[in-house]
């Protein structure tokens, strides 16, 4: 992360809208996920096996936030002077 946040405010900028899109594809694949546990059988293989996706899906998710947020801090302290 060091690396990332010695980059310029501009790459910075592209680097968290990346990360936005990110957590997007992120949220849409837990809502999809979810949706389809309403439709398998419970206990099931495939049940037990979209469980895991949405738990891993929301740990990532978790992860990006996280980074999400060290970068827009970062951005955020170089357009006001504060380091």
């Known amino acids: 992360m060091k690396v990332i946040l010695s980059m ?13 899109r990110r957590i997007n594809r ?14 398998v059988e419970p206990l099931s293989v495939e049940f037990e096996e979209t469980v895991g996706l949405i738990e891993n899906a ?11 947020l060290q970068i ?5 302290s170089r357009e006001m002077g504060i380091k």
């Open 72 to 76: 827009h801090h970062e951005i955020c």
């Open 26 to 39: 992120n949220r849409y694949m837990i809502d999809s996920a979810e949706a389809k546990l309403k439709r």
């Open 8 to 20: 310029c405010t501009e790459s910075l900028r592209i680097l968290r809208d990346d990360y936005d």
């Open 58 to 68: 929301r740990g990532e998710l978790n992860r990006l936030h996280s980074e999400r």
